[in-house]
């Protein structure tokens, strides 16, 4: 009974605070329609924070509760208010996330220059102080932490049901025109509750700190936490506090409790993962188990002009100059920039995975590096840690059945919560994976060798960029007649409307199957030649962030076209060597220039290489052509035909 007691308890106090964290998810959802995938980041920056007042500076703690709280978090949700989100009110689903998505990495890459990385621990409130509860000892912090979010669920139920300003705020995502005529400004709704969710970002973050002694504030621990919160707000359906509150309790004890009783019960090489691994989960069952008809996303319908569809004239022209582009790199490259445009080109052949799903379809993923990975881990187990042909055709077959799995979701979701439950699927085979030393080596290594071709040797880095440049050519000129042919333009209408897609007697269940496999392979394909460079794939490489980092540097070039997809995969490969060689605060280097460049599509909508002045100057044999004109081509109203 006492052992029982104690987890219940411990999962009271972890649920109480993912309540926190979730309801300024659904306060900032409800009253601007941008579900901020920032928040964990702003709850990481805000503790950081507050461990500088408090602990590097002496500051006493009811000051550095003040400063961050009331001063510095709604100073961020101001400054992010204004920059970016105020443009984003009726923008489409894709482009909303990728901005939040963007602020984060802005977060992040600030906090790792800042804060050099060292152990910070933050004390507990009240330390020392505890009562009896039966046979348990519950520490005071712990009952401030639950104690506090009953607060603000009670608070924020009462001010968003009884005031007038709360009722305004619910009111503005769906008609600021309409609510401007009743004398309230729009503006100024939108942005409280922005400073509302900052608020309550950094409070979470400031409680939950304490409780990682053991690991003490890490910037990318205490980013991911908010994932916890994603699934209690699932459960609540993004609107309802009551229900969000109760998903953080509950989602708080089932963590707590499979960490207690499950390592018995479960394979030993999954213990260490529980905690990790439970909120995932939890996201992803609420995702397929919650009626479809409660998940209904904020938002309005927006349509866009898609760019011209390259002839195959033009795909085989540009192909060629590519690859003439890429020997000639090879005669005055060093052998480290070698290595890494290599890596870069095989990474934008995931990017064409995402201008394949994504750019055409409107399907958001967020976990194509999973992909890769296990493109590259079947390559290791069928070539036995080298390369051969027969390992990438089956880590093709592979990945396009684990696609055509991810996509069974994809049947119910879409947008948002589709982008969540992709998100999910990675964390979770990044943490029961990629992650575990059952499957991967203790050095967390993939071990891949270079494909190779008949009498050319491709030992040599110079020859294997060139390898790598051909298959990104083929790739490309591959997605551009998918786009030209039926299946495209078909794919095409069913982004700009699923309904009418079915209107016309076609089925959108095959096509989004479809081109879920199709994407997966092709991620697979980019994941084997990536691997080959270094012989060896690390867990890190398909971690969250750099998934992320590879969706967003696509979108920022264009995730419609193929020159975007391939920008996007050198930028994500180059980035990091370039901050390697800056300072010690230059280590977020590439998170703060890839949220900068995101935060930019608040502004340039389809990415920098669809703007039409860049293409008016610039005359090249294209991948993919510029963005037409207004007047759509006549192939892609012909969906049918």
Not at 120 to 132: A, D, I, T
Not at 139 to 151: E, P, S
Not at 425 to 442: K, L, R, T, V
Request: hydrophobic share 55%.
């Amino acid at each position: 009974m006492t052992t029982f007691l104690t987890f219940t308890i411990i999962g009271v106090v972890s649920g109480a605070i993912f309540s926190i964290t979730a309801m300024g998810l659904v306060v900032t959802y409800t009253t601007t329609g941008v579900f901020n995938f920032s928040h964990g980041a702003v709850a990481m920056f805000c503790a950081f924070s507050y461990w500088q007042l408090n602990q590097s500076w002496g500051w006493p703690s009811w000051i550095s509760l003040i400063v961050v709280l009331f001063i510095e978090a709604p100073l961020i949700a101001i400054f992010v208010e204004e920059a970016f989100m105020k443009r984003l009110f009726g923008a489409s689903v894709v482009r909303s996330l990728m901005v939040t998505l963007g602020l984060l990495l802005i977060l992040v890459g600030l906090a790792q220059a800042i804060w050099a990385p060292e152990i910070r621990s933050l004390p507990e409130y009240f330390s020392g102080s505890s009562l009896q509860l039966f046979d348990v000892n519950v520490t005071y912090h712990q009952l401030v932490v639950v104690a506090v979010a009953i607060a603000v669920a009670v608070l924020l139920r009462l001010y968003f049901q009884n005031f007038r300003s709360g009722i305004a705020m619910r009111a503005v995502v769906d008609d600021p025109e309409l609510l401007s005529l009743a004398g309230v400004s729009p503006r100024r709704m939108s942005r409280l509750g922005w400073i509302i969710g900052f608020f309550l970002a950094a409070l979470a973050g400031i409680l939950i700190s304490p409780e990682l002694s053991v690991s003490g504030l890490d910037v990318n621990l205490l980013t991911l936490l908010v994932v916890n919160g994603y699934a209690a707000a699932i459960l609540g359906r993004l609107r309802n506090l009551p229900w969000t509150f109760a998903g953080g309790i509950i989602l708080g004890l089932a963590e707590s409790y499979a960490i207690g009783y499950l390592p018995g019960h479960i394979p030993t090489n999954l213990v260490s993962q529980i905690g990790l691994l439970t909120p995932v989960v939890f996201l992803f069952v609420a995702l397929l188990l919650l009626p479809s008809a409660r998940l209904r996303a904020i938002g309005r319908l927006t349509v866009s002009t898609p760019p011209k569809v390259a002839s195959l004239a033009q795909s085989l022209r540009g192909g060629v100059a590519f690859v003439i582009v890429a020997w000639l790199a090879t005669l005055v490259l060093s052998a480290s920039l070698i290595g890494s445009v290599t890596q870069g080109i095989a990474l934008g052949i995931v990017g064409l995975s995402l201008v394949l799903l994504t750019g055409y379809t409107g399907q958001v993923s967020l976990c194509q590096l999973t992909f890769m990975g296990i493109g590259a881990y079947t390559m290791s187990q069928v070539a036995n840690g080298g390369a051969s042909w027969w390992g990438l055709i089956i880590g093709i077959i592979i990945c396009a059945g684990v696609g055509a799995l991810i996509a069974l979701p994809a049947l119910r979701l879409q947008g948002l919560y589709l982008a969540l439950a992709t998100l999910a699927f990675a964390q979770a085979a990044y943490y029961g994976f990629f992650s575990n030393i059952s499957f991967i080596p203790q050095g967390g290594a993939i071990k891949v060798g270079r494909l190779g071709i008949p009498w050319v040797s491709m030992s040599g880095d110079k020859a294997y960029l060139v390898f790598t440049a051909v298959a990104f050519a083929l790739a490309a000129i591959g997605v551009l007649a998918v786009r030209r042919s039926k299946w495209g333009r078909r794919l095409v209408a069913l982004n700009d409307s699923p309904a009418a897609f079915a209107t016309l007697g076609m089925n959108p269940t095959v096509s989004k199957m479809m081109v879920f496999a199709a994407s997966a392979a092709l991620a697979g394909v980019g994941g084997i030649l990536f691997a080959g460079q270094s012989l060896a794939l690390s867990a890190l490489d398909v971690q969250m962030f750099a998934s992320l980092e590879i969706v967003l540097f696509v979108t920022i070039f264009g995730i419609r076209t193929t020159q975007g997809a391939l920008l996007g995969g050198l930028a994500a490969a180059l980035l990091p060597l370039a901050s390697s060689h800056l300072p010690p605060w230059g280590v977020g280097a590439t998170g703060i220039v890839a949220g900068v460049g995101i935060a930019l599509m608040a502004n340039v909508p389809d990415g920098i290489v669809p703007i039409p002045w860049i293409n008016r100057n610039i005359r090249i044999p294209y991948l993919s052509t510029p963005r037409s004109s207004m007047n759509l081509d006549t192939k892609d109203l012909n969906v049918v035909g």
